[in-house]
């Protein structure tokens, strides 16, 4: 079956650099890598998306691994408002062709 | 505003008594989805649609039915709900099938259901 594998948790400071590992290492070859978060008391929110080369956007950045076996999401400064719980996500086709497997994730702590 | 609604919000019930948490969009998305969420186990997926009438199982379908007669609403049914279901459900949708090109998932706020 398909597994991401990412840390329990991570602590960083405000304004610091974040970087957030996973392990994806049962991806399929065409599929993009997907990461959300979680803000307290909320559903789970898009963050970045990518397939093979590195992604940045307004929130984040994205470094994927040249085997696309893992991947790595980048805060560039973290503030007080990305303390969340961060998922990779993958698809699990060959159990279901939209079976979607998010793990435990990263619950990334932040302080002032 | 595009956004995916769920109801109700919280929920306290019995054993055995049929509940349906609903679930509409109003993005004309073709996907949509629903996950349980407990402590220590992460966001769990239970069924999924690819598009009216096209449903199928998740990691956890075992006490869930769904259906989907229009392309806005994808309701999820607890037949028989039991203690072991108690959990925070979230619903999703998105334009096309998730892992290709950029499908991003849009949930819902969620709904705390206690069985009891």
């Known amino acids: 079956d398909a597994k991401t594998t990412q840390p329990n948790s991570m602590e960083s400071n405000e304004e610091e650099p974040v970087h957030l590992p996973c392990n994806h290492s049962?991806?399929?070859?065409?599929?993009?890598i997907h990461w959300y978060r979680q803000l307290p008391s909320q559903g789970p929110e898009y963050v970045i998306h990518g397939l093979t080369s590195n992604v940045n956007n307004r929130m984040a950045s994205l470094a994927i691994a040249e085997d696309r076996k893992s991947s790595t999401l980048i805060l560039h400064r973290a503030t007080l408002r990305d303390a969340a719980v961060y998922y990779c996500i993958l698809r699990d086709p060959i159990t279901g062709f939209q079976k979607l497997v998010f793990g435990t994730g990263t619950r990334l702590l932040v302080s002032p | 505003e595009a956004q995916v609604t769920q109801n109700p919000r919280y929920l306290i019930t019995v054993t055995g008594k049929k509940l349906t948490v609903t679930c509409s969009q109003n993005?004309?998305?073709?996907?949509m989805s629903w996950y349980r969420q407990d402590p220590g186990l992460g966001l769990r997926q239970i069924y999924y649609s690819m598009n009216v009438e096209v449903t199928d199982k998740g990691d956890v379908p075992e006490g869930y039915k769904v259906s989907r007669k229009e392309k806005r609403n994808f309701p999820l049914i607890l037949e028989s709900p039991s203690p072991n279901q108690t959990s925070l459900y979230f619903c999703a949708s998105s334009f096309s099938f998730f892992g290709s090109g950029a499908n991003v998932l849009t949930f819902g706020a969620g709904s705390r259901l206690t069985v009891l």
């Open positions: 049962t991806i399929s070859g065409t599929d993009y």
């Open positions: 993005m004309n998305h073709e996907y």
